[in-house]
């Protein structure tokens, strides 16, 4: 079987899937039945992907199905691109499923999630493989209008009918703008396949077209600044293992068919275009995190902090734009292969984390931060895999993300040799950007594992909590395993995406596997090398020298005592340092800024028995200064409409004769 | 038998900070005492206090986690492996390869995130204060960092810091405006991330003046001695990285023998002795800065770090 037909295959039995979950619907086995075929057919389409990026994938591997458009059909390829991104959105699919077989039983209402999550992979999988912009399109809108039916699942929860109000008016608009970059890329030809339009030659005016809407429409679904707004709000209202495949995997698809368009079916690159995917990346990296940084509710954090690393994405993207467009090879291939890296290593710890979310909220009912505390000892195997899953996504060694930033700092450092002056002025502030954002995150990840699983439990369901089923363990100790393999053996990965960036680039990074000791040397090895192996091995070594040493010859007595309060014992849980007031420092510096945050004490009068209170105020400004004057102006509009409904017959007879003479005299100035 | 040298030379290293760091807290401390006019703890007191720490039990909060208990050695692992990352007395040495620059920001990342979170793990207000005031100083120093490394790297072409070291040393590459910007940006991070005068007070006893001295209120004992010793390195390591970068007068290359590895050592000392007094020199002269001045501080030094990088990039002669 050629590699595109068992995929396609896979994305038919997943569809399947789908039907088999309306039948039997509200049958009690329903959801071990769903989520174990689901994660099969998950595993083979995986299996399939990672044979095809690995052994390359042979030519004339398409697919014309004589569906869609009557005299164009639904084209459907498979190449080392597409090959990487379906590893991506199969082994989001087959961790989900396998947490949802524990996870789903928790479900109130399963019927209205298990049809919808075959399906939504099913999308996200025809996304990627389809090879025309017509059915592009349509698995594009299959994918958002399935995710949407996933957000809206638990429709009655407060807040939920909001985000999905939102997530559809985003969703709209974003493939309206795609809608318009596809029809300028077919051309007054009309071609819309993607061989076509790859070999068609494109002006610049057209091609700066695109690029604009190919922002707006991928940029949207991804969460680039300032269309992010749905996405904090969607991502968390799904269920748990959803959420991670809207947030580690959906996203994804959205930087796909930005690739897709802008580096493949474009060809040569501007030179400024990088200019503003740079400036959008870093800004959407620094907000992202900013964002997650005041957030207490721990989904719509993590949600947050996949915009910022969207942001890092999009900046490595504009890296390699910007050297591509100078002619670079390597320095773009390096940082192409830096994005990639981070897509492939946000997929696995964001799904890792999601899930980490959702067995809390499996075990507690809770995702505000300021409820829960404690966790490490009620749930200690989640404890672990989450911290492991903090750790990676503060891009600390010797765990994946940290490659992929470096890989990226490394690229920041060949960028001197740009020739134009907007591109030496802009690269130095993006990477500045892209350090800051990588030292907020830190910070961020801190106070997300520190307030929900560290300290003293804020609330009875907090301190009853429960460890979570083995499925959902064993998914996220799989993905945590992934995670530290990336970080220590990144060579492999490289060598797997370097097939991508000769498709793509037309150039690759040096290959790894001849560098002695696993180590990753990206240019030269007298410019840069790293080991995460060695590191992690040296850490090792040398904690368990000092553990050798402590043990062998200092004193072993421990006592448990109370906590040191300085005499005065915090009273009540309450006390301690919440998701607010860990944030206050940040706050203090960024948030003035940038959130417009004022701190208000209301300090009752000496002798007055009420308790003083702190009023944090937060704005919004994306929010308050562009959708809501837009929202405004939409429903003042409407309310004047509004006025045509309760017309006389006589009024709307006029109405139809004045409508009718204006159009008839526009024809007769217009010819 | 060249590897078996590398090995000895790289644990060579390794124990020498190990064993230099103590005494060089020791040195500063007697400096200030003596600046002021006490007479002062000996220079050994750092050691004596480590090995009566190591002696003594520890008292645990009763709701303490395992990670209160592992983290202390965890950030002195990694302290000490970006240590041994430095070069000291000589350059080009085992472990070097292994991680680079970025790699020794993101290893006392490590070291630092794991302290905060032990800091918030016990749930007393003192541990979430110093907490998220030390994540919000590092927030802002650890960028600061990054540029000044992008700076060294740029002006040497590597991030490899054995290779900076190299051509700093080797070629005259003279005054350069860029690599000044670093140093001053450099010396500033170091003073906040090892909580000296003026960010911090490592001799304060009032818990709400502290930053890193809260957020390790709770321990005692040997995870004490861990962490103390991981803030005596701490120290040492970012003396040796300005002093091999900017000052690597007589640092032997690597392979250079056993006389120039001599003379590589002591020139070391000397200049560890000299970083040590005038860091007492300044910490007496300074006062210590309210809390929500350190941001203006830091920031200070971000923005000289990518004025430096900047520069670099408009032109390679800056």
Redesign the interface.
């Known amino acids: 079987m050629s590699p595109v037909v068992l995929q396609m295959s896979c994305v038919a039995g997943l569809l399947g899937i789908a039907g088999l979950a309306i039948v039997l619907s509200r049958a009690k086995s329903s959801t071990a039945i769903i989520y174990g075929l689901t994660m099969a057919v998950s595993l083979v389409a995986l299996f399939g992907s990672v044979r095809s990026l690995l052994g390359g994938v042979p030519n004339g591997s398409e697919l014309i199905l004589p569906i869609g458009l009557p005299w164009l059909g639904a084209h459907f390829r498979l190449d080392a691109l597409a090959s990487f991104f379906l590893v991506v959105v199969n082994l989001g699919g087959a961790s989900a499923s396998l947490y949802g077989l524990g996870y789903g039983h928790h479900d109130p209402a399963p019927h209205r999630v298990l049809p919808f999550f075959p399906a939504f992979l099913a999308g996200m999988n025809l996304v990627v493989l389809s090879d025309d912009a017509f059915s592009y399109l349509l698995c594009w809108e299959f994918m958002s209008l399935a995710s949407w039916a996933l957000v809206m699942a638990h429709h009655r929860e407060r807040g939920n009918a909001k985000a999905g109000y939102v997530y559809l008016v985003m969703a709209s608009f974003g493939t309206l703008a795609l809608l318009l970059a596809f029809g300028l890329l077919a051309g007054p030809a009309g071609d819309y396949g993607f061989a076509a339009i790859r070999a068609a030659g494109h002006t610049p005016y057209a091609a700066t077209s695109v690029l604009i809407l190919m922002l707006l429409g991928a940029g949207s679904k991804a969460g680039l600044l300032p269309l992010h707004v749905w996405l904090p709000l969607a991502h968390p209202a799904a269920p748990s293992h959803v959420s991670a495949l809207m947030s580690g995997v959906m996203t994804k698809v959205a930087i796909y068919g930005f690739i897709r368009v802008i580096f493949d079916l474009l060809g040569q690159p501007i030179w400024w275009a990088s200019v503003v995917v740079l400036i959008l990346g870093g800004i959407t990296a620094v907000m992202g995190i900013l964002y997650a940084m005041m957030e207490k509710d721990l989904k719509r954090l993590l949600a947050y902090s996949t915009i910022e690393n969207v942001g890092v994405i999009f900046a490595s993207l504009g890296l390699a734009l910007a050297f591509q467009a100078n002619g670079l090879k390597l320095a773009a291939a390096l940082a192409f292969t830096a994005a990639l890296f981070h897509v492939l290593n946000h997929s696995f710890f964001k799904s890792l984390l999601f899930f980490g979310a959702g067995a809390v909220l499996m075990s507690t009912g809770e995702r505000d931060m300021d409820r829960l505390?404690?966790l490490?000892?009620r749930m200690?195997l989640t404890s672990f895999v989450v911290?492991v899953g903090c750790?990676a996504i503060?891009?600390?060694?010797p765990f994946n993300g940290?490659v992929s930033?470096?890989l990226m700092?490394?690229a920041?450092?060949q960028?001197?040799e740009l020739p134009q002056w907007a591109l030496?002025?802009t690269?130095?502030?993006v990477?500045?950007l892209l350090?800051?954002a990588?030292?907020?995150a830190?910070?961020c990840?801190?106070?997300a594992?520190?307030?929900t699983f560290?300290?003293?439990p804020r609330s009875t369901a907090a301190e009853t909590a429960r460890e979570v089923d083995r499925y959902a363990l064993t998914a996220m100790f799989v993905l945590a395993g992934l995670c530290l393999l990336a970080g220590i053996l990144p060579g492999l990965v490289i060598d797997a995406l370097s097939p991508i960036t000769t498709e793509i680039l037309g150039g690759r990074m040096p290959i790894q596997a001849n560098v002695p000791?696993l180590?990753i040397v990206p240019i030269a090895?007298?410019?840069?090398?790293?080991?995460g192996l060695?590191?992690m091995l040296?850490?090792?070594i040398?904690?368990s020298l000092?553990?050798f040493v402590?043990h062998r010859?200092?004193?072993h007595?421990?006592?448990?005592?109370?906590?040191?309060?300085?005499g005065f014992s915090?009273p009540t849980?309450a006390?301690?340092?919440s998701a607010g007031?860990?944030?206050?420092?940040?706050r203090?510096?960024f948030g003035t800024l940038v959130f417009h945050a004022r701190d208000h004490v209301e300090m009752p009068a000496p002798g007055d028995i009420r308790p003083a209170r702190l009023r944090i105020e937060l704005h919004d400004l994306v929010w308050e200064g562009m959708y809501q004057p837009i929202a405004g102006a939409v429903g003042f509009s409407a309310d004047r409409l509004n006025r045509l409904q309760f017309l006389t017959i006589r009024r709307y007879l006029s109405l139809v004769f004045a409508t009718l003479v204006t159009l008839l005299l526009v024809l007769a100035i217009w010819s | 038998m060249v590897v078996i040298s590398d090995i000895v030379v790289q644990g060579v290293q390794m124990l020498l900070v190990l064993l230099l760091a103590p005494l060089l807290t020791g040195f500063v401390r007697k400096i200030k005492a003596r600046l002021v006019l006490r007479q002062g703890p000996a220079v050994f007191q750092p050691y004596r206090d480590l090995l009566r720490l190591l002696r003594k039990e520890v008292v645990l909060a009763d709701n303490a986690s395992w990670l209160f208990r592992v983290t202390p050695y965890v950030t002195f692992a990694a302290i000490w492996v970006a240590a041994a990352l430095v070069p000291t007395f000589a350059t080009g040495l085992l472990f070097n390869w292994s991680a680079d620059l970025i790699a020794i920001v993101a290893l006392l990342g490590s070291a630092r995130f794991f302290l905060a979170l032990a800091g918030m793990d016990v749930g007393t207000s003192f541990g979430g204060i110093g907490s998220s005031r030390e994540v919000m100083i590092a927030a802002l120093a650890e960028p600061a960092m990054l540029l000044i490394f992008f700076c060294m790297a740029l002006v040497a072409g590597s991030t490899q810091l054995s290779t900076v070291a190299d051509f700093m040393a080797s070629s005259h590459i003279g005054l350069r405006v860029s690599l000044g910007m670093a140093v001053i940006a450099l010396i500033m991070v170091a003073l906040a991330e090892n909580a000296r005068i003026p960010v911090d007070n490592p001799a304060t006893h009032l818990e709400l003046t502290m930053v890193h001295e809260a957020m390790v209120l709770e321990y005692s004992g040997r995870h004490l001695a861990m962490i103390e010793f991981g803030a005596f390195l701490k120290l040492l390591l970012y003396i040796s990285l300005i002093a091999c970068v900017f000052l690597p007068w007589k640092i032997a290359v690597f392979g250079a023998g056993p006389l120039a590895y001599a003379v590589g050592a002591g020139a070391y000392v000397v200049k560890l002795a000299a970083a040590g007094f005038f860091l007492a020199l300044f910490e007496t002269a300074t006062a210590k800065m309210r809390i929500f001045r350190i941001p203006q501080f830091l920031g200070a030094a971000l923005m000289l770090g990518l004025l430096g990088t900047l520069l670099l990039f408009v032109s390679r002669s800056f």
Not at chain 1, 394 to 397: D, K, M
Not at chain 1, 557 to 566: M, S, T, Y
Not at chain 1, 581 to 586: E, T
């Open positions: 505390g404690g490490i000892h200690p911290l750790v503060s891009a600390l060694p940290f930033e470096w700092f490394q920041v450092l960028s001197p030496k002025i690269v130095p502030a990477g500045a350090a800051l990588a030292a907020l830190a910070a990840f801190v106070k594992f520190g307030v560290l300290g003293r000791w180590s090895e007298s410019r840069s090398s790293y080991n060695l590191v040296f850490i090792a040398s904690a000092a553990v402590i010859f200092a004193s007595a421990l006592r448990r005592g109370p906590a040191w309060g300085c915090d849980p006390a301690q340092y007031s860990f944030a206050q420092p940040i203090r510096v």
